[in-house]
Structures are given as C-alpha cells and as structure tokens.
C-alpha cells in the first residue's frame, strides 16, 4: 500500500526523545522493574497496548498543531488521570483499572524521560553540536532516534488504545478542548513516524546526514558516563513508575530524592564552572515549583567547610523534576563537595523532604580500578545500574529519498526548550 507523502512529513516530528526511542525506554523500564504487583502489571501482554500508547501520546497533539500534546507531558494533567483512577477504582485495583493504569504510566515515562534526556543530554549537545546541527536548525531529536533504532533495534506498535472519552473530561478540567478524533488523529501520525525509522533503519539506510550534524550526539547513546542517555532514562522512568504506584495507592512516598549526578561518591565532578560537567544535578520523584525553591534549601560545601554559592536551575520550571546547582564560581580542584539539601524542601503536591538528605562528589579524577575505594572516598553508597535489552521490529523496503524529503520538510519540533541558564 502506497501512503502519500505528506503524511510522512507530518509524521517525522520528533520532539525530545523520537517515537520510536520511548517506546524502547518503556519496554526496557519494565524489565528495570523489581518483582511485585507493578512488574506484573505492566509486563501483561494484555496491558502492553495501553502502556506503549500511553508512552506514544504526549507527542501526537504536536504535528497537528494542537495544546493537548504539551499538557500531556506534565505532572498535572497527569495528576488528575491518577486522581480519576483512584476515585474510580477500589483497591485493589482489578483488571477494569489495570489498562488505565498502565496508560498513566506510559504517559508518566514520556513526560519523565523527555525531561531527564533534554536536561543533560540535550543540553550538552546544544554546546558540542552548537556549530553543526544546532546552527543550522537541524533535529537533534530526529537524529538520535534514527541512531538509537540503528543501535538497539526498532520498535513495533500494538492495537491502538486511547482512553478518548476519559481523557476528553480531564483535559476539559485544564482548559483545553479535545475530542477523541483529533486525538485518534494526531495518534495515527505518532504509529507512521515509527514506521518511518523502523523503514529507514531496517533498509540500512544512510544516517551520515545526522551523524555529521550532530556527532557528539549520534556518538554518546550508549556511554555510560554521560547522563540522560536512554539507558540511564530506563531507570529513572522505572523508579518514578514505583512512586506513581504509591501515590496510586494514598502511600506517602519513601523518598522524594530520585538520584543525583554525580552519583554519591562519584568522581569526575568538573572544576571549569562554565561546563555542564560542573553542574550537580538533583532528579525529584514529585514535580517542583520554581518560586518554592528558596536558596536556603541548597549548600555545597569544600572539605574545608567553605560554602560555594551556586545558582539554582530548575531546568523546565514549574512542575519538572530536575534541578541543575549551577556554580557561580570554578569548584576546587581534588577535592570532596559536600552537598546538603535540607529537610523542608517542598514539591508541588506539598510533599517536603522529611530530613536533610546529603551527600559527596569529589573533583578529582575517577581512580583506576583496582577493586578497592581509596581512604579519601566517602562511605556513602553509590547506586547500582542495571542495564536491559531491546525489542527488534519488522520492516519492510521504502526508499531513503523518502526519509530525507521528510526530515527537511517545513515543520521543525515544537516540544518547549529550556533556556541556557539558570533563573
């Protein structure tokens, strides 16, 4: 079957992570989770539909031009989904909330992995890639996807699944009027944008165009010493589903802290206060609000005690989850920081941070492996990663001239970018 070419064009927007790169991170997410009800849920070949369509649905309001995409995103709209489920569902929950919750999840790892990949790796490639792609008002969100499908494999898409009628009340309670069809719409041009990778890989096609472009960006998907890449998305989506969960079930959450980076008596922390290395970075369970934030929450501190001022960024503002402490001054150099954020701290749902949480990364260089930690390291544990695997897809033959006509075609991402500072 022929389809028109303009539906291609359309279709290739990406916006942050591509398509088809959140639908591997959703998947892998799932083996990332430990044993329990959640695991069991989402891993049901039965609820995959609702999970890979929930994870599919921020982007689809975006190539039709309409606000529903952007509001899907966030933690509010998402908020009151979850705050449907409960008041709908009793506990625990059976299999009429298992669909539902397995879209509020997919809807949680879009929004979630969009915000962990824009805010480090994207962020680094606005400056290494700055005089390329960057420059020339190419995608990097398109390139990396092309180049993730070539790394891991491409993506299938189950028998569609949308929540139409529930979501139509919901986004009616944020003051966006949506019906079903422009959903089911902008959905279908969401399932074409990953036919076209699953195409254009599966046919060997020629990324060098994007390579070229973006080179650090197209080089660094599997390095494990740069944060955000997909791997590292999969695990932060995986312990932000397990704080969904609680929240499903009235728990109060166990920790508001997800992870930092550095990680707690990790090395390499850059000393130039001007690079994005140089920036400790907090990633919250709950969204936060930018006018909460009080300086007073934050300190860094050298071994001898001095306090290093530091400019606090909330990278997409109200209701993001990611914090960059941007230095106001170059960090001492072989030295341990100390970072203390103190019990208080609020997040949007008026949640705080029950005691200080502190911890240390250090500005010397990584040590060599020897099997031991050297005297100097703090005792604080660092956390383990896991790594998972990936879902290969079917393809069949069309022509790459095809990719290219509709990677520079008229329309360009629209998904929000942050600005290149803190506030």
């Not at 028109?4 to 989770?33: C, S």
């Not at 909330?314 to 993001?320: A, C, E, P, R, V």
């Not at 072989?334 to 701290?345: N, S």
């Amino acid at each position: 079957m022929s389809i028109p070419l303009a539906l291609f064009l359309t279709a290739a927007v990406a916006q942050a992570n591509g398509q088809t790169t959140h639908v591997w991170i959703t998947r892998a997410a799932v083996e990332n989770l430990p044993s329990g009800d959640l695991r069991d849920l989402l891993a049901d070949p039965a609820q995959e539909p609702m999970l890979v369509h929930g994870t599919m649905f921020p982007d689809g309001g975006y190539p039709i031009g309409h606000p529903y995409g952007e509001s899907a995103h966030w933690e509010p709209l998402q908020t009151r989904y979850l705050d449907w489920i409960r008041s709908t569902f009793d506990l625990p929950y059976d299999r009429a909330a298992a669909p539902h919750i397995a879209f509020l999840m997919g809807l949680g790892s879009h929004g979630l992995a969009d915000q962990t990949f824009d805010a480090f790796y994207l962020d680094r490639s606005q400056r290494y890639d700055a005089d390329l792609g960057w420059a020339e008002g190419l995608s990097m969100d398109e390139a990396t996807d092309f180049k993730w499908a070539s790394l891991r494999g491409t993506q299938t898409v189950p028998e569609r699944w949308i929540p139409d009628e529930v979501l139509t009340e919901i986004f009616a309670q944020e003051g966006i009027e949506v019906d079903g069809e422009t959903m089911h719409q902008g959905q279908g041009l969401l399932e074409l944008a990953i036919g076209l990778v699953t195409v254009t890989t599966s046919s060997d096609g020629d990324l060098s165009r994007y390579e070229e472009a973006f080179p650090w960006a197209t080089e660094n998907l599997e390095n494990p010493d740069v944060p955000g890449i997909p791997d590292y998305e999969t695990e932060v989506v995986a312990s932000y589903w397990l704080s969904l969960w609680e929240q499903l079930h009235a728990r109060d959450p166990s920790t508001l802290i997800d992870r930092t980076w550095p990680v707690d008596g990790g090395y390499g922390l850059a000393t130039d206060a001007t690079s994005p290395d140089a920036r400790i970075s907090i990633v919250f369970q709950q969204g936060l609000l930018s006018a909460e934030l009080e300086p007073d929450f934050f300190s860094v501190e050298d071994s001898s005690g001095t306090d290093h001022p530091v400019d606090i960024w909330l990278y997409y503002g109200d209701h993001s989850h990611i914090i960059h402490l941007v230095p106001r001054a170059d960090w001492p150099a072989d030295d341990w920081m100390t970072v203390t954020l103190r019990a208080g701290l609020p997040t949007r749902t008026g949640a705080t941070l029950a005691t200080n949480h502190v911890f240390s990364v250090s500005t010397q260089p990584p040590p060599e492996d020897s099997g031991t930690l050297p005297e100097s390291t703090p005792t604080t544990d660092a956390p383990t990663k896991r790594r998972c695997g990936c879902t290969l897809g079917a393809a069949t033959g069309v022509p790459l001239q095809w990719f290219w006509l509709a990677c520079s075609g008229p329309l360009i991402c629209m998904r929000r970018r942050p600005h290149r500072g803190p506030s």
